[in-house]
């Protein structure tokens, strides 16, 4: 069956510190990835995702290279802000449309961004 | 407002209790789905539903149903709470195709005492 492994946590950054969380999966076939990130007190929210291999996906900042050769989906920012503080979720979802919506999600990465 | 309402946002019970989680949304999504969050753990389905008139189970249904009233409306039950249901539930939606984005409630925080 499909898993997701993330980095332990937590992670704890001082401002405009690198970031990388280290996501790796085990899936049939040609999943999509995803990164979701929940804000305290929020739902999940869609950060980036990559529907095929070596594309990589970016939004505010963040970016991940879906790598398939190594099953990795890693996310990394060059500059972290206060702001992004929150828990980081890796998700995959199999190809095929039985499978639209029905993501296999990792255990969450909290990540604290000290000014 | 948000579009999608969870209700109850905390609720504490009793084992053995029955108790029902709301969701409802404006987004127009006719694809819905029940997730529980345990830390450690990341979230897991529960259920899904693609319209109305169809309705799945995910990952870990016992001890579960649900009931997908209108196409904005999708409801979570627990017919006799046990502790180990203690976990934070997510509803969300998406719209049809493979885009792979849901849209989440803020959750409903349930303890089974």
């Known amino acids: 069956g499909n898993s997701v492994t993330q980095m332990e946590g937590p992670v704890t950054l001082s401002e405009e510190a690198f970031l990388t969380i280290n996501c790796t999966y085990t899936a049939t076939g040609y999943p999509s990835l995803f990164w979701y990130v929940q804000y305290p007190g929020e739902g999940l929210q869609l950060l980036l995702k990559?529907?095929?291999?070596?594309d990589k996906g970016s939004n505010k900042g963040f970016e991940a290279t879906y790598r398939k050769e190594t099953t990795s989906f890693h996310l990394e920012k060059g500059s972290v802000q206060v702001s992004d503080s929150a828990v980081y979720f890796c998700a995959l979802q199999n190809a095929g449309g039985t499978s639209y919506g029905k993501l296999t999600f990792g255990q969450g990465t909290i990540l604290t961004v000290h000014p | 407002d948000a579009d999608v309402t969870q209700t109850p946002r905390n609720r504490i019970t009793k084992t053995g209790k029955r108790i029902m989680l709301e969701c409802s949304q404006t987004?127009?999504?006719?694809?819905m789905y029940w997730y529980r969050q345990d830390p450690g753990l990341g979230l897991r389905l529960i259920y899904y539903?693609?319209?109305?008139?169809?309705?799945n189970k995910g990952e870990i249904s016992d001890g579960y149903s649900v009931s997908r009233q209108a196409q904005a409306k999708f409801s979570l039950s627990l017919e006799s709470a046990i502790p180990n249901q203690t976990a934070l539930y997510f509803c969300?939606?998406?719209?049809?195709?493979?885009?792979?984005?849901?849209?989440f409630g803020e959750g409903s925080r349930l303890t089974v005492l």
């Open positions: 990559a529907t095929k291999a070596d």
């Open positions: 969300a939606t998406s719209v049809h195709g493979n885009t792979g984005e849901l849209f």
């Open positions: 539903s693609f319209d109305v008139k169809d309705i």
């Open positions: 987004k127009g999504h006719d694809r």
